[in-house]
């Protein structure tokens, strides 16, 4: 089954310890991306992939890390985690480019920080 | 930069009304695409539609249709005769060229509720 994974599904974590978001995805699909979604704000994008070792920031890039090593994973970093990164986040896929393609999400990763 | 807007932040109607749900985008690229979502209260994120700024007709999927106006910016999504399962949240998106096309900018999202 066609899919985009992520753990955890939830956390709640405390400021400053250092988090890892796992985005896994087994469509062989180029882009990957990151949004996080907060109430009125809709979802904004916080990294995007093209490809392999290739990455770059969003709207919202400030305070997160990401890195593609395997064409399959995109895994969210929180170095150091504040509460004003409490949000719900969505990992994405896509054939292609976020342009044209439809894109794939993730169940979402909620994420309270205290 | 682009934005998206979706004025009605929340909606309810009881089952089997027509209700249309406001898009209202901007961009300076003349090639585009818009697309919606649906949120529902599972959380999951679905694919509903995706249109390039080429193709103004209307579209038609069972109840649902979308009516695109470059002339407006606008891209209204209506669901006819809704349905108690029609209750989610709703996105309208934009993806423009001159951003590569690695950016899908959301709009806020409307909440539609509807009652038996």
């Known amino acids: 089954e066609a899919q985009v994974t992520q753990n955890p599904r939830y956390l709640i974590t405390v400021t400053g310890k250092k988090l890892t978001v796992t985005c896994s995805q087994n469509?062989?699909?180029?882009?990957m991306s990151w949004y996080r979604q907060d109430p009125g704000l809709g979802l904004r994008q916080i990294y995007y992939?093209?490809?392999?070792?290739?990455?770059d920031k969003g709207d919202v890039p400030e305070g997160y890390k990401v890195s593609r090593k395997e064409k399959r994973n995109f895994p969210l970093i929180l170095e150091s985690p504040s509460p004003n990164q409490t949000s719900l986040y969505f990992c994405?896929?896509?054939?292609?480019?976020?342009?044209?393609?439809?894109?794939?999400f993730g169940e979402g990763s909620r994420l309270t920080v205290l | 930069a682009q934005k998206v807007t979706q004025a009605q932040t929340e909606i309810s109607v009881v089952e089997k009304e027509d209700v249309t749900l406001d898009c209202v985008y901007e961009?300076?690229?003349?090639?585009?695409?818009l697309f919606w979502y649906k949120q529902p209260p599972s959380g999951e994120l679905v694919f509903l539609i995706r249109r390039n700024s080429f193709d103004e007709q209307n579209e038609i999927s069972g109840r649902y249709s979308w009516n695109f106006q470059k002339s407006t910016s606008s891209f209204n999504f209506t669901i006819t005769a809704s349905q108690v399962v029609d209750s989610a949240v709703y996105f309208c998106?934009?993806?423009?060229?001159?951003?590569?096309?690695?950016?899908?900018?959301f709009g806020g999202g409307t909440r539609l509720m509807v009652k038996p």
């Open positions: 998106a934009l993806s423009a060229l001159y951003n590569a096309g690695n950016m899908l900018t």
């Open positions: 992939s093209m490809n392999v070792e290739v990455t």
């Open positions: 469509m062989n699909h180029e882009y």
């Open positions: 994405a896929s896509s054939h292609g480019t976020a342009y044209t393609g439809e894109l794939f």
């Open positions: 961009t300076r690229d003349t090639t585009y695409y």
